[in-house]
């Protein structure tokens, strides 16, 4: 939609077409990873850990990445 100088609209507001793809697809894997840490969780000491473990595994996951390609 154009506005009265003839600007796009998305323009003028700052939206650049970046959208939130990768924010959704951190949460679904944030949920299915929770769902499997709480179900192999034998006390509520090992939920929490598996709170946090859900929390970071990504970081771990391009750590361990690097470290194989020795970057």
């Not at 949920?31 to 595994?57: D, E, F, N, P, R």
Request: hydrophobic share 45%.
């Amino acid at each position: 939609m154009k506005d009265k100088t003839g600007n796009d609209d998305c323009i003028r507001k700052g939206w650049h077409g970046q959208g939130a793809g990768g924010g959704a697809v951190y949460g679904l894997d944030f949920i299915g990873a929770l769902t499997y840490y709480l179900q192999h969780a034998t006390s509520v000491g090992m939920g929490v850990l598996g709170v946090l473990k859900a929390m970071v595994w990504p970081v771990l996951l391009v750590y361990k990445a690097l470290e194989f390609l020795k970057m």
